[in-house]
């Protein structure tokens, strides 16, 4: 084999490596972004199993506006679920009714 030969052997596996490299890297790279894709699938799929559930039961909540004030109803258990301030804005509205006696109580304890 001459000189000429050789070189050009050299040459070919040095641009193999290459190309090998850049595929391997291309690879890496498509399959983080499939388990990414795949991770937020599965997120997606556990949070619409739990969002919106009764916690007592598990059946889907449903909201309701009662007073101006939407609150999560399940329609199994009849558990009525209140967001953050929605128990105040109930107690506001009644003054001195039973929800703000009741607060009272419990906070006086």
Do not use: Y
């Amino acid at each position: 084999m001459d000189e000429k030969d050789r070189l050009g052997n050299k040459l070919r596996e040095a641009e193999k490596g290459r190309e090998d490299q850049f595929f391997a890297q291309r690879d890496r790279e498509l399959l983080a972004k499939l388990k990414s894709a795949k991770a937020d699938e599965a997120d997606a799929a556990l949070t619409d199993a739990v969002r919106m559930r009764c916690p007592k039961c598990g059946n889907r909540l449903h909201q309701a506006t009662r007073h101006d004030v939407t609150a999560d109803e399940c329609r199994s258990c009849h558990g009525i679920w209140l967001d953050h301030n929605e128990l105040e804005r109930l107690a506001e509205r009644e003054r001195e009714g039973w929800v703000v006696r009741w607060l009272r109580s419990i906070t006086q304890l």
